[in-house]
């Protein structure tokens, strides 16, 4: 089993909609969870971190941690054309080593 | 510096050929990661840094593969005898450690093409 799996995409949605990412992870000591967003050709850079359990809002993402269930969610509202990207769940489990899942990639349509 | 930097930006070389690829963390940051990406393909481990020692090199994939950091700035990921499975983007990563959470902050990458 990997360490950070994410749901398969490509994710697309319609602009305006809401756009859901959903993240699982096998360490059950892991601390702080990450979302990165990553442009076709570019470096990852970071959205959002969480360290416990709940929402955490900025803007029109939403991470949810749900530690009980190994899960992490990011939800994108309004979802625009420039939300187009992979976004990486990213785990940081006691170790300090960070864990990246395969990314999945999201297509909003104009 | 502002963020993370490493050069060169784009690396094409023949097969067997040794490069040296660079990476400046942020001023300050004392832990710093080397990952590998294959195209579309998840991020790679290769290893990490703290300070000048590195206490994991569990993912670099051979002993052509090696890395230095020295001043506690400046690290050097040196591949040895290029192989076409090499091809990928090396990103590096650095992060300031003690600081809850641990985030890590990217550069652009170097793109390795080995022909």
């Known amino acids: 089993q990997k360490e950070v799996e994410q749901n398969s995409g490509p994710l697309s949605v319609p602009e305006g909609a809401i756009a859901s990412l959903n993240c699982t992870y096998s360490?059950?000591?892991?601390?702080?969870f990450f979302w990165y967003r990553q442009y076709s050709g570019k470096s990852p850079e970071l959205i959002m971190f969480?360290?416990?359990?709940g929402d955490k809002e900025d803007g029109r993402f939403t991470a949810q941690l749900n530690k009980a269930s190994q899960y992490v969610s990011l939800l994108i509202r309004d979802s625009q054309p420039s939300d187009s990207a992979t976004y990486l769940c990213?785990?940081?489990?006691?170790?300090?080593?960070?864990?990246f899942g395969a990314g999945t990639t999201v297509t909003v349509r104009a | 510096g502002a963020g993370v930097s490493q050069s060169p930006s784009n690396k094409v070389t023949e097969k067997g050929k040794d490069v040296e690829l660079r990476c400046d963390p942020i001023?300050?940051?004392?832990?710093l990661y080397w990952y590998r990406q294959s195209l579309g393909q998840g991020l790679e481990f290769l290893i990490y840094?703290?300070?000048?020692?590195?206490?994991?090199k569990s993912g670099l994939p051979s002993d052509r593969f090696s890395a230095e950091r020295t001043g506690g700035s400046v690290s050097t990921l040196t591949i040895q005898r290029t192989q076409q499975e090499d091809s990928a983007v090396y990103l590096c990563?650095?992060?300031?450690?003690?600081?809850?959470?641990?985030?890590?902050?990217f550069g652009p990458g170097t793109r390795l093409t080995v022909l």
């Open positions: 990563a650095s992060s300031l450690v003690g600081v809850s959470p641990d985030t890590q902050y």
């Open positions: 360490d059950r000591g892991s601390q702080s």
């Open positions: 969480i360290y416990s359990n």
């Open positions: 990213a785990v940081n489990p006691p170790d300090y080593k960070l864990s």
């Open positions: 001023s300050g940051h004392t832990a």
């Open positions: 840094f703290q300070g000048n020692s590195a206490p994991d």
